[in-house]
């Protein structure tokens, strides 16, 4: 399912001339995604992704596309927003924001191995490397103020153990963030989300990830801790795997360095980054969007993950 907004060749017609793009060739709906309608799309110029924004607006899309934009230019494996004959990448399509990107090859790796994690380690530190001259500015909007604001709407509907969590931890990650260490981290543009189901695998090679629309300025450490958490687990205990941990990190280390304040606040990281998914997974199960049709994720996945990375220090970061 989830291609809200039906197109057809047709309605492309007309529409695909303001692209550089030749005629539309073929039009094929994507079922996977859950939060806009996206089309594998064959024009005479190659193959492409038309996406058109379910829930996002115009004023909302610049940030993502832009920086897609930036990184793809700096050769990281981004898909790269294509733009209309007046310089412009996000357009109209059935009254709906639209943009057309490039295809990535290759398909997701659900059970990823050392070597598939060390990729990702690797593409992540060049991404934070070469988002740091990007000039746009925008938050993480999964960020420690809608952790704090979002937390109460939905304590309501959790069971005292899970209450107490939910509590401490927030005020755990909001006293973290006070410190002296936190506020020393590196940061810049991050993807925020970059799970298994993101990144796109041709066997061992990695070629590309996708899926910007919860990036946003933050800490780079937080983007490693959101990708260990996915990356790296046992996904039936939340348990990190040493080998694909070691793997992931030792690959990022070799592209950028982590610094002694990103080793101070490595354990601290790995509960933002579960705290930030069981949160917003919490807020989807209870208080779902008058429109959703999908089944929404399961929130006790990464209430695990957080109990076993309070209990279960991580191993260190590389020196
Ligand atoms: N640039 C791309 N190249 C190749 N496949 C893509 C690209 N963008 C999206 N896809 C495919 O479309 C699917 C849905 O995309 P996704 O961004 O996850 O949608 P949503 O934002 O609706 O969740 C992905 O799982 C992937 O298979
Ligand atoms: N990765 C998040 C949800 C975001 O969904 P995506 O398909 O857009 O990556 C989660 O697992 O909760």
Redesign the pocket.
């Known amino acids: 399912m989830a291609v809200f907004t039906a197109v057809t060749l047709d309605d492309l017609s007309q529409w695909i001339k303001q692209f550089p793009l030749g005629d539309a060739l073929a039009l094929q709906g994507i079922s996977s995604?859950?939060?806009n309608s996206n089309f594998f799309l064959t024009t005479e110029r190659g193959e492409f992704v038309l996406t058109i924004f379910e829930n996002l607006g115009f004023e909302q899309l610049p940030f993502y596309v832009q920086l897609m934009r930036h990184l793809a230019e700096r050769g990281i494996p981004v898909p790269a927003p294509v733009p209309n004959a007046s310089g412009e990448l996000v357009v109209t399509l059935h009254g709906k924001p639209a943009i057309i990107v490039s295809r990535l090859n290759g398909a997701s790796q659900m059970d990823p191995q050392p070597v598939h994690c060390a990729e990702v380690g690797t593409m992540l530190a060049r991404m934070h490397l070469a988002g740091r001259d990007f000039p746009m500015t925008q938050p993480n909007l999964r960020g420690l103020d809608w952790i704090t604001a979002t937390a109460p709407q939905v304590l309501p509907f959790l069971s005292e153990p899970e209450a107490a969590l939910l509590r401490n931890e927030v005020t755990f990650q909001g006293d973290f963030a006070a410190t002296q260490a936190y506020g020393a981290l590196a940061r810049g543009p991050v993807h925020a989300?970059l799970?298994r189901?993101?990144v796109m695998f041709e066997g061992e090679r990695l070629t590309g990830c996708f899926?910007f629309?919860?990036a946003g300025v933050d800490t780079w450490l937080f983007d490693v801790a959101v990708t260990v958490n996915?990356w790296c687990i046992d996904l039936a205990t939340g348990e990190l795997d040493e080998a694909r941990v070691q793997a992931l990190l030792a690959a990022y280390h070799a592209v950028r360095r982590f610094t002694a304040e990103e080793q101070t606040a490595w354990q601290a990281m790995l509960r933002a980054g579960a705290l930030r998914?069981w949160l917003?997974?919490l807020y989807?199960f209870h208080l779902p969007r008058a429109a959703e049709m999908l089944t929404p994720?399961d929130p006790t996945h990464?209430e695990r993950i957080l109990r076993e990375r309070i209990a279960r220090p991580a191993h260190p970061l590389p020196v």
């Open positions: 995604g859950i939060d989300d799970f189901n993101n899926d629309y919860f996915d998914f917003s997974r989807d994720h990464f």
